[in-house]
């Protein structure tokens, strides 16, 4: 053979490769398809395409766990933190915590996963659960033990929190070093006398605590959080202290935070939690602006806040509009510190649908192993609240900026 044919053989093989390369194994099975289905090279191609899915962030596509169920766990929350080895230690994991929505809009249990590459996802289980009747919580072993020490009015008590007829969403956790102990906060809502037909009447934190991220967590209380500072205008004078979608912050410094919508919504919150999570650092009544908490942007009605440390030393506070199951369009604030000034960024999302946040509302900012910043948002199904979608993306902190943009498929890893 010349040598000009083994260079146009070499260029030939180049560019099959690349040609394969681009249009992807679909690609090439579709170049065959009028072969037919029938041969075993086209099949272990959509193996091999199945397994590469897997190992991708495909937002707003189905997620299923190791164990190929849906992942259940929505206005979650990922982070890497401390959880049990299985022998006696401690081992660093991603943990998600979210809403077990297979039961609908209501009492929702929280689901926890763990994961090393943020890609697959371990079910551990419901940490939390809803209780279906107040017989259940003596007559099946589960909350007769967990809720042992307690005194009957308790019991109607933490039924009447965490019943299945209950709104119990937007679920939190920290772990706490000086307890050894994990805590939950999440929104516990439900309707009252005064107003019967609005499951959203009582506007409360709820708190859990456990030994173990996987549970089981028992609900302590649920209780108002801090309240419009005396001189200051409150945009919803006749309930004070509401808390409604949240979000918890640890600082580099193990202070912890919880961010929170009050005032009907009106109104973002960040307060101080006391050193073992489980409370506020200070009682509502006494606890003063600007060393407690912040009260922030009044009336300007935002919800399901993310607050995040950016790489770049800033504080970033990311929210939606209050527009229920539908997507709106994201504000952020930044500030150099908690208690300090923020400052209207605006619109973080860039690109299309970047108007309506990718048609998601924002739950979690977090960073993956390499340092890659990743915007966690739910994409609501409100006709089917179980199949909502999770829409990961990447983000990043630069210039003073949070930036978050669309890609159809990532990684976090890729090089
Ligand atoms: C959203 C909120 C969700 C849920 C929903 C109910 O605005 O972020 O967590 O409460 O409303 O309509």
Request: hydrophobic share 35%; glycine share 8%.
């Amino acid at each position: 053979m010349k040598k000009w044919m083994y260079a146009a053989a070499g260029a030939l093989c180049l560019a099959l490769l690349v040609a394969f390369m681009r249009i992807g194994p679909y690609g090439v099975a579709r170049l065959f398809a009028w072969l037919g289905r029938g041969s075993d090279f086209l099949y272990a191609l959509e193996d091999y395409q199945r397994a590469a899915d897997e190992a991708d962030f495909t937002p707003g596509a189905q997620w299923r766990d190791t164990q190929g169920n849906l992942i259940q766990a929505h206005g979650g929350q990922v982070q890497r933190m401390p959880v049990p080895d299985g022998v006696g230690g401690k081992k660093e994991q991603y943990v998600w915590i979210g809403e077990d929505k297979s039961n609908g809009h209501f009492g929702n249990c929280f689901a926890v996963y763990t994961s090393d590459d943020l890609y697959t996802w371990e079910y551990h289980g419901d940490a939390l659960r809803s209780i279906e009747s107040r017989k259940q919580l003596a007559e099946d072993d589960y909350f007769a033990e967990l809720y042992a020490s307690c005194t009957e009015e308790e019991l109607d008590e933490i039924y009447r929190c965490i019943n299945v007829g209950t709104v119990m969403e937007r679920p939190k956790m920290l772990y706490c070093e000086a307890t050894d102990r994990y805590v939950i906060w999440f929104h516990s809502d439900d309707a009252t006398e005064a107003n019967p037909s609005y499951n959203y009447d009582v506007g409360m934190a709820g708190v859990a605590v456990s030994d173990s991220p996987f549970g089981p967590f028992r609900f302590l209380r649920r209780q108002r959080l801090s309240r419009c500072p005396k001189g200051e205008i409150d945009c919803y004078p006749s309930s004070k202290g509401e808390a409604r979608d949240m979000n918890l912050f640890r600082d580099a410094d193990g202070t912890g935070y919880i961010v929170y919508t009050s005032e009907n919504n009106k109104t973002l919150y960040i307060s101080k939690l006391s050193e073992d999570y489980t409370g506020l650092c200070a009682e509502p009544e006494s606890a003063v602006a600007g060393r407690d908490f912040v009260r922030l942007f009044p009336g300007a009605m935002r919800e399901a806040p993310v607050l995040a440390h950016g790489d770049d030393g800033r504080y970033y506070l990311m929210s939606s509009s209050t527009t229920g199951w539908m997507s709106n369009q994201a504000r952020v604030w930044s500030a150099d510190s908690i208690f300090g000034e923020w400052q209207n960024d605006g619109n973080p999302c860039v690109g299309e649908s970047a108007n309506v946040t990718f048609d998601t509302q924002s739950t979690c900012l977090f960073q993956a192993p390499n340092g890659q910043w990743i915007y966690f948002g739910d994409r609501w199904n409100p006709t089917d609240l179980a199949d909502s979608r999770y829409v990961w993306l990447p983000a990043s902190f630069k210039g003073g900026r949070l930036t978050i943009s669309w890609a159809e498929r990532w990684r976090w890893d890729a090089p």
